[in-house]
Structure formats: C-alpha cells, structure tokens
Nanobody, 127 residues
Framework: QVQLVESGGGLVQPGGSLRLSCAAS????????ITWFRQAPGKEREGVSC????????YYADSVQGRFTISRDNAKNTVYLQMDSMKPEDTTVYYC????????????????????WGQGIQVTVSS
C-alpha cells in the first residue's frame, strides 16, 4: 500500500521558518518527481514547488521563489520543503504528491499527472 505522510507543520510567526517532510512508503521515490501543493479554503489548489527524481531540477511558484527550498533524500525516501521568511498568506494545508519521472517538466502544475497524494498538513503563519 502506497502512503505519503506529511509532517512538520504547525504554527509559526511571520518571518519564521518551518520544514515540511513527505515520507513515502510502498514505493520508491527514485522513480518519481515530487511536488508540494497547497490549498486555502475557497481557493484552487496551487503548485508550490516540484523536484525531479534524479538531477535535482526544481520549479517554484512565483509566490514562494526565494523563500522556499525543496530538497530530497532518496535514501530516506523523503522530500522536504524548507519554508523561510514565512508570510500570513502561506497559511493553508500543504500536500505532497508523486509525479512519474517521465512526466516531469514545465507542466508540473497539472494535477491530472499525479498518482499518489498525502493527506495534507496544516501550516499557520500568525502572530
């Protein structure tokens, strides 16, 4: 059974940092790019950042470029999202999802390409 489990969310003050983790079981992330999405209530789900399975190529949404950093440790079957200089508008539920490696590219935001999703984790930025 494939599972993606997010962790590391919580409450942080504006300007603070959090690191999210996405741990996979039941499949090897060696064959998948991974994307972090987020969805605020009443809004469409937004692709935040994507990392390739092999060479570390990345994509970022304009809204997080320069503040968030995606990375992966294939030995641990885990992907991370380091979130710095956080803003109240970063408050929402974050999800990780798997993208088959052959599909990785500029269409990384298209949700139809994703096959496994985590359950989501709440991140709240507030003073």
């Amino acid at each position: 059974q494939v599972q993606l489990v997010e962790s590391g969310g919580g409450l942080v003050q504006p300007g603070g940092s959090l690191r999210l983790s996405c741990a996979a079981s039941g499949l090897s992330l060696d064959y998948y790019a991974i994307t972090w999405f987020r969805q605020a209530p009443g809004k469409e789900r937004e692709g935040v950042s994507c990392i390739s399975n092999s060479d570390g190529s990345t994509y970022y949404a304009d809204s997080v470029q320069g503040r968030f950093t995606i990375s992966r440790d294939n030995a641990k079957n885990t992907v991370y999202l380091q979130m710095d200089s956080m803003k109240p508008e970063d408050t929402t539920v974050y999800y990780c999802a798997t993208l088959p490696a052959l599909v990785f590219g500029s269409n990384w935001r298209y949700e139809i390409n994703y096959n496994y999703w985590g359950q989501g984790i709440q991140v709240t930025v507030s003073s």
